[in-house]
């Protein structure tokens, strides 16, 4: 799983906009420093979309590897309720 999450460094500490919700306690991370002031929000907001968009596909293509499948209706209301969440 793939969970993107906005934060800042202050003071040797990352502090999160938002917990994290399903993540385990011991759960590995990237952490990737932008320079201030040089990232546009909306930009940003796009790339974090995509990230989250490249996770759910390769978890689409190792259920299909594993033979879960599932009824296509419910593939087209997760996307479709993450459309209205993003609109």
Do not use: C, H, W
Request: no cysteine; glycine share 6%.
């Amino acid at each position: 799983m793939l969970k993107t999450i906005e934060g800042i460094y202050k003071d040797g500490q990352i502090e999160l906009n938002e917990l994290p919700s399903q993540i385990s306690d011991s759960t590995q991370v990237l952490v990737t420093f932008l320079e201030p002031n040089k990232v546009d929000a909306s930009k940003l907001r796009q790339l974090i979309d995509q990230l989250e968009t490249i996770a759910g596909i390769q978890q689409g293509f190792d259920e299909l590897n594993a033979g879960q499948t599932r009824p296509i209706q419910d593939f087209r209301q997760e996307m479709q309720q993450k459309y209205d969440m993003d609109s």
